[in-house]
């Protein structure tokens, strides 16, 4: 395995986000140049991307452009100005129900978005393209845990139909134009500076504002919560390992990051409100459209390759969001 190489020119899509910036700074910690767009969509609070940015924007080898992936010759113009070595693409349009309403946006950004990037690699050559795809890939597979040889051909909503597609265009840019990629599967990622759609997130803003929070299948749910720095060393391990040829001839892999314990839903609550401090209101409700009982990560290459698997238990993870999330919005 190669270590890091900081000397490297790295592009993040997405950079803006969640584990975009998250993954911006670790990158400049080590000392590499970091590029990154995003279009700062209203998807969620444009204010919390723009704090993520003002840390970004006070590096040293930071450089930040407001663009949008679905724009091709947006896309293009950054590839030329910046020429990056390895690509991130982590610009995506998010969310399971979201997607259920505004099915155009995933087109936009997940499809054209995604393709746009792949012809720009294709355009200015890249040593390695590493992308965000999803456990929701998995829809409702019963075998678990959920490995990267399991068929994924049952998609429960159209973001996972979005992040498989994305699979299948990779493989097929990989194979034909030569383009190391390597895709990552995400299992339930949470931290501080989080995504204020994802169920914790508003769990806790819920909580602390006295509000009842919606908890869906009754509460029988398992999810592979995985904490936002797991995730990040997973991604800098991946980044210059670029795959080798498979027995295809394809340059072309996919690894889980997924923390490989899963969690009960109502466990989950439970120490959310024990490091709140305060106990939720709560609404129980049928499983919703596009939702699946559990996600469960078999991260064994992920081992065998890079020696690591993500390990933060949720107790350790959920005091580091509250201590944020607290600061953040001002709670005593």
Not at 28 to 34: K, Q, S, T
Not at 249 to 274: A, H
Not at 276 to 298: N, S
């Amino acid at each position: 395995m190669k270590q890091f190489d900081n000397q490297k020119r790295y592009m993040i899509t997405g950079g803006a986000g969640f584990i975009g910036f998250h993954l911006s700074l670790a990158l400049l910690e080590r000392g590499a140049v970091v590029t990154g767009f995003d279009n700062l969509n209203d998807y969620y609070d444009v204010e919390l991307k723009k704090a993520r940015l003002d840390i970004l924007e006070k590096q040293e080898n930071y450089s930040f452009e407001k663009a949008d992936l679905s724009d091709k010759e947006q896309v293009f113009a950054l590839f030329e100005k910046y020429q990056p070595d390895v690509v991130i693409n982590l610009g995506a349009q998010a969310g399971v129900r979201y997607s259920i309403d505004n099915p155009d946006t995933y087109m936009q950004s997940n499809i054209m978005g995604f393709f746009n990037v792949l012809e720009a690699c294709r355009k200015y050559p890249v040593e390695h393209l590493v992308f965000a795809s999803s456990s929701s890939v998995y829809g409702g597979n019963e075998k678990v845990p959920f490995s990267t040889e399991d068929k994924v051909d049952g998609p429960v909503s159209l973001y996972a139909a979005t992040k498989k597609s994305n699979e299948l265009m990779a493989h097929a840019y990989s194979k034909l134009y030569g383009i190391p990629v390597t895709g990552l599967r995400f299992f339930t990622v949470y931290g501080p500076y989080g995504r204020p759609d994802m169920a914790y997130f508003k769990f806790a803003l819920k909580i602390m504002n006295g509000e009842k929070i919606q908890i869906y299948n009754n509460g029988d749910m398992q999810r592979d919560f995985t904490y936002v720095d797991d995730v990040v060393k997973g991604i800098v391990n991946v980044l210059c390992n670029p795959p080798v040829e498979n027995k295809d001839g394809v340059r072309y892999k996919i690894y889980n990051i997924g923390n490989n314990t899963p969690v009960r839903l109502l466990d989950f609550i439970s120490e959310l409100e024990k490091q709140l401090g305060k106990e939720a209101k709560k609404e129980y409700l049928p499983m919703q459209p596009g939702d699946v009982y559990q996600t469960y990560a078999d991260v064994s290459e992920l081992m065998r390759d890079f020696d690591f698997k993500p390990s933060t238990p949720i107790e350790e993870g959920l005091a580091k969001f509250v201590e944020w999330f607290k600061g953040y919005y001002c709670i005593g």
